[in-house]
Nanobody, 119 residues
Framework: QRQLVESGGGLVQPGGSLRLSCAAS????????IGWFRQAPEKEREGLLC????????YYQDSVKGRFTISRDNAKNTVYLQMNSLNAEDTAMYHC????????????WGRGTQVTVSS
């Protein structure tokens, strides 16, 4: 059964960092683009960034450039999202998605991991 499972979320103070993981099971991520989306309460869902099969990152939101970094470890079948300099506006449910060509067109979603930035 194909699954994307996120982990690594939690409560962090403003200015802090978290690293989210997106582990795939039932299929290989190796030749696929994987992206991260987030949704905050009462806000629209937004795509953040994506990593291509070759490892190139595409950022969809200027607000995360310079703070968020996406990477992949094909041997572990996992994609990571390193988030630094977090602020309250980053509070949201974070989902990794299967986005084969990194065109902001997810075909499969993980269930998400909650990130809360608060003092």
């Amino acid at each position: 059964q194909r699954q994307l499972v996120e982990s690594g979320g939690g409560l962090v103070q403003p200015g802090g960092s978290l690293r989210l993981s997106c582990a795939a099971s039932g299929f290989s991520l190796e030749n696929l683009g994987i992206g991260w989306f987030r949704q905050a309460p009462e806000k629209e869902r937004e795509g953040l960034l994506c990593i291509s099969r070759s490892g190139d990152a595409t950022y969809y939101q200027d607000s995360v450039k310079g703070r968020f970094t996406i990477s992949r470890d094909n041997a572990k079948n996992t994609v990571y999202l390193q988030m630094n300099s977090l602020n309250a506006e980053d509070t949201a449910m974070y989902h990794c998605v299967l986005d084969t060509l990194c065109r902001r067109s997810p075909s499969y979603w993980g269930r998400g991991t909650q990130v809360t930035v608060s003092s």
